[in-house]
């Protein structure tokens, strides 16, 4: 699979969507069930906030595949 996935792409489960950041020290948030992604809430590089909405996806358009 593609990195980073693009709005559009179906990812799967344990897929990683992103790397994060944080004082140093890097964690990749992964997929936890198959889906598409609907929109991507950032850009390489930007800062967010805690709970911030980073990634949002349909996990209903995964069953086509």
Do not use: C, W, Y
């Not at 699979?1 to 693009?6: L, M, N």
């Not at 850009?43 to 990634?55: E, I, K, S, Y």
């Amino acid at each position: 699979p593609d990195f980073p996935p693009v709005e559009g792409d179906r990812v799967q489960t344990g897929q990683t969507l992103m790397v994060i950041e944080s004082m140093k020290m890097e964690t990749g948030i992964k997929a936890t069930d198959q889906a598409v992604v609907k929109k991507l809430h950032f850009q390489p590089g930007d800062t967010f906030d805690r709970n911030a909405v980073l990634v949002s996806l349909d996990l209903t358009g995964s069953e086509d595949a």
